[in-house]
């Protein structure tokens, strides 16, 4: 911006967990960015749609609930997760990793598959996030941010009576961070 906008958007206590939490503000910044661009185009486009990718579901959640809470007329299309031949999250950041790293970078979408299959099999009450934490962060140049699981309706520990339930990491590999998800349900 020229000018730093006075006015912003708040994501609110959504906004604040997880990965508003290793980041603060930055979700602010996010849906006031958001806001602001759909400010701009409104004028001119009269059935608006908005692409968020879903491997940033806490954010396709707070601009859904932005389009929610402000009455946006506007229509958000989450895009599904696009995977390498390994497994490994299509992400800008990924160019960032050496070849050592990217191999590293496996445990992530490995551990996630486990904890969906175990999910499946199971129920995901059965699901020892420590273990899960523990692999994650016993992979050399690989340390975990966090690793959770969550009612993707409100970013809260799920319940049985969740419709869907996301597992959530976020982890540096060398001095990249990368964030995942998988449905388990």
Do not use: C
């Not at 185009?41 to 859904?64: I, T």
């Not at 790293?101 to 499946?120: H, M, P």
């Not at 129920?123 to 966090?146: H, K, M």
């Not at 959530?168 to 961070?177: E, F, I």
């Amino acid at each position: 911006y020229p000018d730093a906008p006075i006015v912003t958007v708040s994501a609110g206590r959504m906004g604040e967990v997880l990965e508003g939490a290793s980041r603060p503000g930055h979700f602010d910044g996010v849906v006031t960015v958001v806001a602001k661009l759909w400010n701009i185009v409104r004028p001119a486009v009269p059935a608006l749609r908005s692409y968020f990718g879903q491997k940033d579901a806490q954010q396709v959640l707070l601009v859904q609930r932005m389009i929610h809470d402000f009455n946006h007329d506007i229509t958000l299309r989450p895009v599904a997760i696009v995977r390498d031949d390994d497994g490994l999250a299509l992400s800008s950041r990924n160019e960032f990793l050496s070849e050592q790293e990217r191999e590293a970078a496996l445990v992530i979408s490995r551990t996630l598959a486990l904890i969906r299959e175990n999910s499946l099999n199971r129920g995901f009450e059965s699901i020892d996030l420590e273990s899960a934490r523990a692999r994650i962060n016993s992979t050399e140049g690989v340390r975990l941010d966090y690793l959770e699981l969550v009612d993707p309706s409100n970013f809260q520990p799920p319940t049985a009576d969740s419709e869907r339930v996301l597992a959530l990491v976020a982890a540096y590999v060398g001095s990249t961070r990368l964030i995942e998800n998988m449905d388990l349900l």
